[in-house]
């Protein structure tokens, strides 16, 4: 399997031309080619397929509307689906979260020891993630690299760490505009899970950003078969649609 790196053209006639350009077998001997993913799924990647109304949020992939076509008349076809939903907390508040399941502490982030806490939930989060589809393993120092800037000047009750001997849970959200709370990244132990553990964290973070005067939730970048899916289409309105692209594929 190739992956599409960064992906740019001046429209949509430039960029089929690159992805028929790639595809074309005496350059590339991959079976199947994937795209866009800038690095691997740890990074940028996807096509906004449904552009919606709302405004752009940090870390979300953006793309001019004509990607989608572009993509379709260079022969390749959808492989993966995604969508991120927004909650209007006017509407519908978020309840008293339910307690956490017997032995476990829920704490909030300890900024003055980030690196200690970053390395403490660096395997928590690769294992949770592994699962993911075009799931790519990440050395602890590349972790360190991309969650420190976000962690660094964040309320540290927006990261919200779950713990029995060692960390269990993690959830963290990052503010958009002025009144858009973003719920990022959710990871949990798979041995914790049916357990309660995930609403737990996403409800007190939720609570804890409508106590701060935020009015909209948005559930970032679900792929639509997961789990937590379900649960967010009883709370929440779609926002925008995302897509990841393939070509061939084993004979």
């Known amino acids: 399997t190739c992956y599409l790196g960064h992906l740019a053209g001046l429209d949509g006639g430039c960029v089929t031309e690159l992805l028929s350009f790639a595809r074309r077998p005496d350059l590339i001997a991959a079976r199947e ?10 990074h940028r990647y996807r096509v906004v397929t449904d552009q919606g109304i709302q405004p752009s949020f940090p870390l ?4 001019p509307e004509w990607w989608p076509v572009a993509f379709e008349d260079a022969g390749f076809q959808v492989v993966e689906s995604y969508w991120s939903a927004v909650r209007d907390l006017r509407r519908r508040p978020v ?24 390395d403490a939930i660096y395997g928590l989060a690769v294992e949770a993630f592994a699962s993911n589809p075009l799931y790519t393993p990440i050395d602890l120092e590349a972790f ?19 713990e029995t001997d060692r960390p269990v849970g993690l959830m963290l959200a990052i503010p958009a505009h002025a009144e ?10 798979e041995r914790m899970r049916g357990k309660g553990l995930g609403n737990c964290l996403l409800a007190t973070i939720a609570r804890y950003g409508q106590d701060l005067g935020f009015t909209h939730l948005i559930y970032a970048l679900m792929h639509e078969s997961n789990r937590s899916s379900e649960m967010v289409r009883r709370l929440a309105e779609p926002m925008r649609r995302y897509a990841l692209y ?5 004979p």
Do not use: Q, S
């Open 246 to 250: 393939g070509f061939g594929g084993a």
């Open 33 to 42: 080619i994937l795209g866009p993913i800038d690095g691997n799924t740890w």
């Open 180 to 189: 858009h709370l973003v719920l990022k990244t959710i990871a949990v132990d």
């Open 60 to 63: 979300e992939p953006a793309n």
């Open 95 to 118: 309840d008293v979260p339910p307690d956490a399941p017997k032995g476990v502490v829920v704490r909030r982030l300890d900024r003055a020891r980030l690196d200690e806490e970053l």
């Open 144 to 162: 360190r690299a991309m969650y420190r800037p976000i962690a660094y000047g964040l309320d540290p009750g927006l990261c919200l760490i779950a």
